[in-house]
């Protein structure tokens, strides 16, 4: 199983850019959904979630700016961003919890590779 991140990109103050994760391999079911991102000497947070059944959650820093989605039939999520400011400029990571479709039907948590956003002002 991996996870396939894109989207990266540089976009001015106050645009948008929508990421996306793909989960390829021996997938039968994507559970929780999160998207992290690392800023420059800074630690990795926590930006979105979506659980299994469609809950959300979002750091107070991306609310309402931000909206995290997923398509089950395409194995795949997404992390749409409006309004973006230079402070939104980072690393960002999709992690997964991801049931594998061979047995053992195990779940395990997946990382993707990183995708650079930088914001200008």
């Known amino acids: 199983v991996q996870l396939q991140a894109s989207g990266r990109g540089l976009v001015q103050a106050g645009g948008s850019l929508r990421l996306s994760c793909e989960a390829s391999?021996?997938?039968?079911?994507?559970?929780?959904m999160y998207w992290y991102r690392q800023a420059p000497g800074k630690q990795r947070d926590l930006v979105a979630s979506?659980?299994?059944?469609?809950?959300?959650n979002y750091a107070d820093s991306v609310k309402g700016r931000f909206t995290i989605s997923r398509d089950n039939a395409k194995n795949a999520a997404y992390l749409q961003m409006n309004s973006l400011k230079p402070e939104d400029t980072a690393v960002y990571y999709c992690?997964?919890?991801?049931?594998?479709?061979?047995?053992?039907?195990?779940?395990?948590?997946?990382w993707g590779q990183g995708t650079l956003v930088t914001v200008s002002t």
């Open positions: 992690n997964a919890d991801i049931t594998r479709s061979l047995l053992p039907r195990t779940t395990r948590n997946y």
């Open positions: 979506e659980t299994s059944d469609g809950r959300t």
């Open positions: 391999g021996s997938v039968l079911k994507i559970n929780n």
